[in-house]
């Protein structure tokens, strides 16, 4: 049996679905490489598949791709809109009975009382009875 | 993949972390469902400002309670005080008068809850709820302020 003789059978048995993985790819390069027309139907199906495996593996890569994107953006999204609920990073204000106000030093003032009052070592219990006996 | 995840992951917990205090008790407090925003006085300081006192936000409630309110208020803070890190407490009878509470931390940002409550003329309290962030330690405001 020479070569064309053993690939023609092989590829009925191709064909026939019943060639091992290494049969079909011993069988494949042979079909590439030889111009034989008793072939030609082989070299389209193997071409045609190898076209849908570079198909799928690209559109594995492009599906995979859209997935980061999509994450990102919708990380993005959420991160400017936190950030926009929040957007003042330099604010100073203050309602006095719903009423604004936006003097800086004057909030500042009160906010270092405020600080002091509690990290002084002033112990509440002497600012109540200081605040009755002053009264 | 691994280190865009990441990425993303921490610029949203970055995000995140201007909401802390919504994690409290007392939250409801600062939003004014506990007494009304026009009988408070709020004052909310974020950013530079803040600096000085290795902090880097401050917001701060201010208003006039009967003593039903007060204890209800008090009781907040108590609860926060349970599963803070560390909280300085005193009371005058069963109200809560004095709470320094140091809260678990958010990351690498510490989070006090300070609180007070004085007696007024009508029978009434005085209570002040401050919210602090910051690089901060209890130590480090302490020192600050014993010093001016």
């Given amino acids: 049996m020479n070569d064309k003789e053993k690939y023609l059978e092989l590829m009925q048995r191709y064909f026939d679905a019943e060639t091992s993985p290494e049969e079909e790819k011993e069988l494949a390069l042979y079909a590439a490489s030889t111009d034989d027309p008793a072939f030609r139907e082989l070299r389209g199906v193997l071409g045609y598949l190898s076209i849908g495996l570079q198909k799928k593996a690209k559109k594995g890569r492009t599906v995979r791709f859209y997935s980061i994107v999509a994450a990102a953006s919708v990380a993005i999204v959420t991160a400017i809109g936190i950030s926009l609920l929040n957007q003042d990073h330099n604010s100073c204000i203050r309602y006095t009975y719903g009423n604004k106000e936006d003097d800086e030093t004057l909030i500042m003032e009160s906010v270092e009382t405020s600080l002091a009052d509690f990290f002084a070592g002033k112990t509440p219990a002497e600012s109540n009875l200081f605040e009755l006996f002053e009264r | ?148």
């Fill in chain 2, 1 to 148: 993949m691994k280190k865009i995840m990441i990425c993303l992951l921490s610029l949203l917990l970055s995000t995140g972390a201007a909401f802390a205090q919504k994690g409290l008790n007392c939250y409801p407090v600062f939003q004014g469902k506990v007494i009304p925003e026009r009988q408070m006085v709020v004052t909310e300081v974020r950013g530079d400002g803040m600096a000085t006192y290795k902090l880097s936000y401050y917001r701060s409630v201010r208003f006039q309670a009967d003593t039903l309110t007060a204890r209800k208020v008090a009781d907040l803070v108590e609860a926060d005080a349970l599963t803070a890190d560390s909280a300085e407490t005193e009371k005058t009878g069963e109200l809560l008068t004095y709470g320094l509470v140091q809260l678990k931390p958010l990351g690498i940002t510490r989070r006090y809850l300070c609180y007070q409550a004085r007696p007024t003329d009508y029978h009434g309290w005085m209570i002040t709820i401050i919210y602090l962030e910051g690089s901060a330690t209890l130590e480090d405001l302490r020192s600050m302020f014993e010093k001016q």
